[in-house]
């Protein structure tokens, strides 16, 4: 078998430990050079690709490659673009070849959620479709914890624990301050149509009598009422009220109860803004002080507090991918199985990307209370392991984490032309 | 000279490091035996005292009192009330008295920012005008840093190193995402009339091309033609920008940002916040994709992330109130002076409770930039201290931080009335 190089891509949102998978699938491969020879990391992701925009990542040194490891973002760039299909768009397939085939490419490891390995399939597609051979492995990578056959995402186990103790954090807060001031806490949180992160928030209490009192699931249809008796009830027998809602708690209609009315480039709305809309609700109906946060991008980005289980399933995911890849597999991504709860153990196993793709895991229903505003014991089970352990990164003596900045030279063009995007 | 007990009580916004002014306060009473009977912490802040609701922390373990060192928030509970003046209300003096005398308390230690310490001062004149001899000692707090005298205060650094490394993720974040996706984040904290927290933003970057690109300061009246061609041209320089934006940023006239009253799309009023107001502004006029978040409690109950510097200030200023009370001073706040910027060294001192009151330390003019959008070298250089160094909590195995419950038992009343707040 003739030494082939790779390429490697971030897409989609984001996270604080998408680097990690990209440590782990570096140093595997520089561990197969036997088969694998240089791994190009797209610049944005697979835009990257179709620009022949590719960063020579064997030039980056051992230490800089490791610092991935603690390091959040995306440290080669990522994209919201999503490939059409062979129908509508070959020209961007053939364009692909050509620019794989050009630096002699044949391997492709895309990390990312439920759309990216979409994408992942279409390029797995391209040997028997185009003729074009090319091993092509996902590796999974979202905060929203919606990817099917895989446990969990690599990405989640960080945002909850972030919300996680931001919702505990906060909450001790507003118990002190409660008697003569803030009576309402409202932590918004990403999670647009499955409620795994506002789920996450619940773990900062152990029953319904600890904060949070109330967790908004996209899940769950919006009742103002049901939801408003609530919070009275709360700030009466407690003295306060603490609250996460998720970014995608909508009505029963279907509407979003904040909708920004903006639409991605996958035709997702932009949300935003269900934190200052239910503080106004209360303050309208209730009267009483309130305050709220919004995390945005906060939750996703803090590697500073990431989950220890997180960073290295998302290390393991990269590895697995070229372990896969140099073993012969095609065409699937490696997924976490959950062999226990409690003391928690997980093993690796492989779900084939035509069935991953544009699959979209909710939330089983059992794994909220009925009346819909809390977290069962199961989903606790669920939960717990993925923030266990902290994972640290270096800090410098000015007090900020030592995060890589790695050097990202993008090798000459081999291609006479240029692709629109 | 006898044995009297004292008082301690929390009071205005919690942070990250009260507890451990709390912890200074009692682990330094408790050597000094000698003098000092049982700390009583009032329940709910200066409420405590007025209603006879004092808790008694000498059954609370040596661990649990070592443990608020780590714990965020107001472990007694704290309050948002002022003492008005003896010719206003002099039943409040009368009441305190009663109650200070009825637990033979003779000493007061009052921990918190400028209002409190205007009560501290307040009750300090207790001997005077009314015959009632306490030693009363101010223990400085906030995390608006507006105190005066004092170089820097308590519950800042850790506001500052949480904002800093916030500012840094998300930016992180973005910088990956806006080749495809979205192209200006900005950041509310917390400081109404003070832009120390938004300068803390700041130290992100090393400079106006890293971000944060722009900074809005309460202190700069806010112009929107300036803002948003500044906007501009760092999304055009950088394919992003990075705004990190004061709740007190406000016009020329004094009217907030937040209260600017625009409507969204719909039509709908968009709901407070300076954040999700200038997100919407830059959307309208240049049309760029934008995440916005804010983070509010977050920001000042992180002790997560808390800063080294901070947390040792914080239990000094507490150690230091109780050496200040049994070598026979009164009415002064311990104050922090710095020494040396680099390497950092502080000293204490004290200020006299009389100066301290209402007076609000704003920042200087010449910490922020000709151009009204950054820091300069000599800001960086004060902030940058207080951020050094990490003291993470212990964490349990469920991946939590170890954040103590007190048992915080009120004593019983031994007045007949009771009192109406």
Known sequence: MSIKNAFYAQSGGVTAVINAS????????????????????????????????????????????????????????????????????????????????????????????????????????????????????????????????????????????????????AAMDIKSMCESSTKVFILEVMGRHAGWIAAAGGLAGQNSDEAPHIILFPEVPFDRETFLARVDEAVKKHGYCVIVASEGAQYEDGRFVADAGQKDAFGHTQLGGVAPTLANMVKQALGYKYHWAVADYLQRAARHIASRTDVEQAYAMGKAAVEFAVSGKNAVMPIIVRENSSPYKWSISEAPLSQVANQEKKMPIHYITDDGYGITAECREYLSPLIQGEDYPPYDDAGMPRYVNLVNKVIEKKLRTDFEI
């Open 22 to 169: 990209a440590c782990g699938v570096i140093e595997t491969a520089r561990q197969h050079s036997d088969k694998i020879g240089k791994v190009y990391a797209g610049r944005n992701g697979i835009i990257g690709a179709l620009r022949e925009e590719l960063i020579d990542t064997s030039i980056e040194s051992v230490e800089d490659i490791a610092a991935l490891k603690h390091t959040p973002s995306g440290a080669f760039g990522s994209c919201r673009y999503k490939l059409k299909n062979f129908e509508e768009n070959k020209r961007e397939y053939e364009r692909l070849i050509e620019v794989f085939q050009a630096h002699n490419i044949g391997y492709f490891f895309y990390n990312g959620g439920g759309d990216s390995q979409d994408t992942a399939y279409k390029v797995s597609q391209l040997s028997e479709k185009m003729g074009y051979p090319i091993t092509c492995i996902g590796v999974p990578k979202t905060v929203d914890n919606d990817l099917p056959f895989t446990d969990c995402c690599p990405g989640f186990g960080s945002v909850a624990k972030y919300v996680a103790i931001s919702t505990k954090e």
